[in-house]
């Protein structure tokens, strides 16, 4: 099964309760303690024990690496590559509490972003911008700038810049790092589950850059090619106008679910790629509403409701301090 079919799985979970367990070999989804609402992507090792991806260093002593003399891997390296490799596979949670909501949805667009820019090319979105989604997934799922910063994508592989300052390819640490692991004792069983993390490490990068495992949303929403950057950017560029009505769908109050994500992930676009850049773009949306009372209002409080890189500091000059007065508690 394909890191994408996970990735669906963790989406209709998101959005149904009352869903079957995930159909796999050998990984399923666990509760942490005392977490109902939140369900991580574990692994079984036998059939007594069992450890969640995010938990894979538990299986080796740590303190193999203090004693470490390799002639690439420094032991900051090793120990940051450990925790890159275990919070990355935050991205499969599925986090219910309605706490976590705004970060379930920056993860979803982040991931999206990140895996489609390269699938459908550079565009419009020059190659900072990706990095810079990749960044803030990885910031998102519990990573600190300290080893994200450290990240740079090149020829559409993930690139970890070294003590010594040189970039190597994220797979190929993936090989040294277990390796390393691998020297040491331990039961046939924590062999063979760290044969398998090994492999999963490696196709989750592949996931996130979707290089060879591109996830799309199945939803039958006519509107979903503007969810992904290249395509919104080109049609606004080209025709703003049907843009526009496509931000307006976005506030329809008889969407479903599925349909307010999407809706979502386009206000992100927008929001990223359009006001951020230039907040008096914000004047051409209210003159393309005013025959139509109320919704600039209502795209507007989506937008800042939304809170993605936009607030209401962002409009000072944009002549709709009117409108920015009467939205309340955003």
């Keep these: 099964m394909s890191f994408s079919k996970i990735y669906d799985y963790k989406l209709r979970a998101y959005f149904n309760e009352r869903i079957s367990d995930l159909d796999h070999e050998y990984l ?34 740590r303190s193999l690496f203090t004693k470490m003399d390799h002639v690439i891997l420094s032991v900051a390296d090793a120990e940051r590559l450990i925790r890159l490799l275990s919070l990355m596979f935050n991205v499969f ?26 699938e459908r090319g550079n565009e419009f979105s020059i190659a900072q911008d990706r990095l810079f989604f990749l960044h803030h997934l990885l910031f998102e799922l519990g990573l600190g700038d300290d080893i994200y910063n450290r990240l740079t994508i090149e020829n559409n592989r993930i690139m970890y810049r ?12 993936i090989d040294m790092l277990h390796e390393h692991i691998n020297k040491n004792k331990m039961d046939m069983d924590v062999r063979a589950a760290l044969g398998k993390i090994k492999i999963l490490q490696g196709e989750l990068i592949s996931f996130i850059l979707g290089s060879h495992d591109v996830y799309d949303f199945p939803y039958d929403d006519f509107n979903k090619p503007f969810a992904e950057a290249t395509m919104f950017m080109r049609a606004y560029n080209s025709n703003k106008n049907r843009v526009l009505k496509v931000l ?15 809706s979502h992930l386009i ?39 939304i809170r993605f890189f936009v607030d209401k500091a962002s409009f000072t000059n944009a002549d709709i301090n009117y409108y920015l007065s009467r939205i309340k508690g955003v």
């Design 162 to 173: 070294m003590e010594d300052a040189q970039h190597y390819d994220l797979h190929i640490l």
């Design 28 to 61: 399923f989804y666990s509760y942490p303690d005392q977490e109902q609402n939140l369900r991580i992507l574990t692994l079984n090792i036998n059939e007594q024990s069992h450890i969640s991806l995010v938990r894979w260093h538990d299986l080796f002593d």
């Design 93 to 118: 949670d599925i986090h219910k509490d309605i706490a976590y909501s705004r970060k379930n949805l920056c993860c979803f667009y982040y991931q999206y972003q990140v895996s489609h820019l390269a």
């Design 267 to 305: 206000l992100m676009n927008y929001s990223y790629f359009v006001l951020k850049r230039d907040p008096s773009e914000i004047t051409y949306l209210k003159c393309f509403c005013k025959k139509k009372p109320g919704v600039f209002m209502k795209v507007l409080t989506a937008l800042l409701e």
């Design 248 to 262: 307006i769908d976005c506030i329809n109050e008889h969407q479903s679910p599925t349909e307010q994500l999407i």
